[in-house]
Nanobody, 121 residues
Framework: QAQLVESGGGLVQPGGSLRLSCAASGFSLDNYAIGWFRQAPGKEREGVSCISSKAARTDYAHFVKGRWTVSHDNAKSTATLQMNSLKPDDTGVYYC??????????????WGQGIQVTVSS
């Protein structure tokens, strides 16, 4: 079946960096909008970022504050979230998602299983 798979998570010290990747299996991400979400312990899932090539637009949540960047490689059917200056509050399960409309804010059709990111000294 078609799915998204995240990789690159793990344990990092405060101030460190992680690079998350999202790969499509069973379909292509060409012209899709790609969103990143996270869920911290005891909290609801929240949006991190979204990139849309169709709309030439990239959005970030307020807590990113210029620390992170998102990219999308259509040729490789992969998406990347580069996370720098990580804080303990960034700890949580991170998910990638995609929608065929190619527009951020619209419903997402595919979701990854999630990957753990832990920021601790």
């Amino acid at each position: 079946q078609a799915q998204l798979v995240e990789s690159g998570g793990g344990l990092v010290q405060p101030g460190g960096s992680l690079r998350l990747s999202c790969a499509a299996s069973g379909f292509s991400l060409d012209n899709y909008a790609i969103g990143w979400f996270r869920q911290a312990p005891g909290k609801e899932r929240e949006g991190v970022s979204c990139i849309s090539s169709k709309a030439a637009r990239t959005d970030y949540a307020h807590f990113v504050k210029g620390r992170w960047t998102v990219s999308h490689d259509n040729a490789k059917s992969t998406a990347t979230l580069q996370m720098n200056s990580l804080k303990p509050d960034d700890t949580g399960v991170y998910y990638c998602a995609a929608n065929a409309f190619g527009i951020c804010g619209w419903a997402f059709d595919y979701w990854g299983q999630g990957i753990q990111v832990t920021v601790s000294s």
